[in-house]
């Protein structure tokens, strides 16, 4: 990695040297997909799939390339299996209409757990509100893993669909995905993994992991927002409805019936997100230069600093301290209110992120206003680290 690779970090706030410790929210971009998109945009842009023309052609080549890609990148078996979307959120939405249109029905249940983001709780809640259906909640253990033995319990006869983070957004844990995901098909129930806070931070093959559905943003992985993935296995793609309808996602269309696309366009109604697909496939080999494995790492290393350095300073509670993390570290100061500590640490030209992180059920469970955590990515230092901790004791002292 070359230190300019990402220009937006050359630049100080309020006087300081900017420390950008909120890569949980969004990551920055590298030089190369700020390139990349505008070169989209000023030699290639054009609309895909629908053109006989040279531009139409190439744009919809590099929108396909970038399937590939993200298919390659998550060791999907095809690129059919891969679903442009608009982010996480949008991914979540759309699965939890098509399969519930198809598969969940009065009194069915479906199975989240305490720690996940909004994303993952409030389609599901939406959609067993649709359907009388009922949502279940795993449990978590005092050190704010999950409870497995509970969750084991919480299998009936009536049990459709698990749907859980791979690693949380707020305590950076990495949850125990295979005995998750193996105890379920032993049920024969799918799984959908929300990997928006994994894909970034660790390698990810779904076949390995044996899922049957995985969600991610392009903008947690040095990609353009306004994108995201649902990958399916094609045999529980090629079963669901659509979620959409428009253009793009059908065969024939007429007053008296209408025909739908193969996959993974029957998902994709309306004009994709091509030049975002294209700024994605250039972050994803940006990650894949470095080495994926080395990116981990190398990041696991930060992250043991950063809570080393955390846990040295009097009155800091690290949440779920000394668990495998992956990311994000959540923490609090006695009697110091998030918010201001944030709001000090700003000043001090450190970004990080205070409250509730879209993980309120999580949240009022710590019994906290919210807490603050402080994200890692790959360009992040010991320098960075060490920056945020002078600044943190400012912080404490002049608040205290
Ligand atoms: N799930 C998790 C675990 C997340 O961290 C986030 C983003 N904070 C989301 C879902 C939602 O992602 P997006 O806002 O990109 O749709």
Redesign the pocket.
């Given at each position: 990695m070359n230190e300019n690779d990402f220009p937006i970090l050359l630049q100080q706030v309020h006087g300081r040297r900017l420390v950008y410790l909120d890569n949980?929210?969004t990551t920055q971009k590298p030089q190369q997909v700020l390139d990349a998109i505008q070169e989209a945009y000023t030699t290639w842009n054009a609309n895909v799939h629908r053109g006989v023309h040279h531009l139409s052609q190439l744009a919809t080549q590099h929108h396909e390339q970038a399937r590939q890609a993200v298919a390659d990148f998550i060791g999907a078996k095809s690129a059919g299996e891969i679903i442009f979307t608009k982010?996480?959120?949008?991914s979540i939405n759309m699965l939890a209409f098509s399969f519930g249109e198809q598969f969940i029905h009065e009194g069915d249940e479906i199975i989240v757990s305490y720690l996940e983001?909004h994303?993952?709780i409030v389609p599901w809640q939406m959609l067993c509100n649709r359907k009388k259906a009922v949502l279940k909640v795993i449990p978590l253990r005092a050190d704010l893993s999950l409870e497995i033995e509970q969750y084991k319990c919480l299998f009936t006869d009536k049990t459709r669909l698990v749907s859980v983070?791979h690693v949380s957004?707020v305590l950076g844990i990495i949850n125990p995905l295979q005995d998750i995901i193996s105890f379920a098909h032993e049920h024969h129930v799918p799984v959908c993994v929300?990997g928006?806070?994994s894909v970034p931070h660790i390698p990810v093959n779904v076949c390995a992991l044996d899922c049957d559905f995985f969600v991610f943003?392009a903008?947690?992985i040095y990609g353009p927002t306004g994108l995201?993935v649902l990958y399916g296995k094609q045999e529980w793609l090629e079963q669901l409805p659509p979620a959409q309808g428009g253009g793009e996602m059908i065969n024939h269309v007429s007053f008296s019936a209408t025909t739908y696309n193969a996959l993974p366009y029957k998902f994709e109604a309306g004009t994709p997100n091509f030049i975002g697909s294209y700024g994605l496939q250039v972050a994803l080999h940006y990650v894949e230069q470095l080495g994926r494995e080395q990116v981990a790492d190398y990041e696991l290393q930060m992250m043991t600093y950063l809570e080393q350095q955390l846990a040295q300073i009097q009155g800091i509670t690290i949440y779920a301290a000394g668990q495998p993390k992956a990311g994000a570290i959540s923490f609090n100061v006695a009697n110091l209110h998030p918010f201001d500590v944030g709001t000090l640490l700003d000043q001090q030209g450190v970004a990080i992120r205070t409250g509730h992180h879209?993980a309120e059920p999580l949240i009022d469970y710590l019994q906290v206003p919210g807490t603050i955590r402080a994200s890692v990515a790959l360009y992040t230092t010991k320098e960075d680290i060490d920056t945020l901790i002078t600044a943190l004791k400012k912080s404490i002292s002049m608040l205290s």
């Open positions: 949980a929210a982010g996480t959120t949008d983001h994303s993952n983070a957004n929300d928006a806070q943003s903008h947690k995201g879209c």
